[in-house]
T-cell receptor, first 116, second 113 residues
Framework: AQSVSQHNHHVILSEAASLELGCNYS??????LFWYVQYPGQHLQLLLK??????LVKGIKGFEAEFIKSKFSFNLRKPSVQWSDTAEYFC????FGSGNTGKLIFGQGTTLQVKP | DGGITQSPKYLFRKEGQNVTLSCEQN?????MYWYRQDPGQGLRLIYY???????QKGDIAEGYSVSREKKESFPLTVTSAQKNPTAFYLC????????????FGPGTRLTVT
């Protein structure tokens, strides 16, 4: 079965530190890749997505992610975090193929705490 | 404002009672989804519907039921058969069956005691 793995469950950073959250998926075929963010008390919202084309994608609030097909990875990065980035981050994948309907498969989530 | 509404925000029930969670969208989306979110487990798909009057089981459908009689509505019933119903429930929608960018509602936190 397809799965998504986020390596960091809880990350604590100081403001201005750089961020990289790992995401790996287990599927060898065509995928769409997403990062969602859930700020405290708010809706889950899309941070960025990759469907095709340039493997380096830019999202909202200065986030970016790089799709590395050979490593089955889609890591999220931000050069300098802010206190307002404190949230839970989810990597998600949709897979395509026989019998699949393209449903979203989520990772376990990473809680990011940014200290002012 | 277009979006997804879920009500209520908090719901409390006694064990053995069925409870229905509401999800409404005015985005004119064809597909709708129900997820369950538990700490450390991410989101897991309960049911999804790609078109009116049709729905399919997700990964953890046991103890849940849904209906899709209208395009804008996709209520979820948590039955007494669900062994661990206390959780945060999220509803989502996407424009088309093949459009996998999903938009999420604010969620309903269900507590069963």
């Amino acid at each position: 079965a397809q799965s998504v793995s986020q390596h960091n469950h809880h990350v604590i950073l100081s403001e201005a530190a750089s961020l990289e959250l790992g995401c790996n998926y287990s599927y060898g075929g065509t995928v769409n890749l997403f990062w969602y963010v859930q700020y405290p008390g708010q809706h889950l919202q899309l941070l960025l997505k990759y469907f095709s084309g340039d493997p380096l994608v830019k999202g909202i609030k200065g986030f970016e992610a790089e799709f590395i097909k050979s490593k089955f990875s889609f890591n999220l990065r931000k050069p300098s975090v802010q206190w307002s980035d404190t949230a839970e981050y989810f990597c998600a994948v949709t897979v395509f193929g026989s019998g699949n309907t393209g449903k979203l498969i989520f990772g376990q989530g990473t809680t990011l705490q940014v200290k002012p | 404002d277009g979006g997804i509404t879920q009500s209520p925000k908090y719901l409390f029930r006694k064990e053995g009672q069925n409870v229905t969670l509401s999800c409404e969208q005015n985005l004119n989306h064809d597909a709708m989804y129900w997820y369950r979110q538990d700490p450390g487990q991410g989101l897991r798909l309960i049911y999804y519907s790609q078109i009116v009057n049709d729905f399919q089981k997700g990964d953890i459908a046991e103890g849940y039921s849904v209906s899709r009689e209208k395009k804008e509505s996709f209520p979820l019933t948590v039955t007494s058969a669900q062994k661990n119903p206390t959780a945060f429930y999220l509803c989502a929608s996407s424009l088309r069956r093949t459009d996998y960018e999903q938009y999420f509602g604010p969620g309903t936190r269900l507590t069963v005691t």
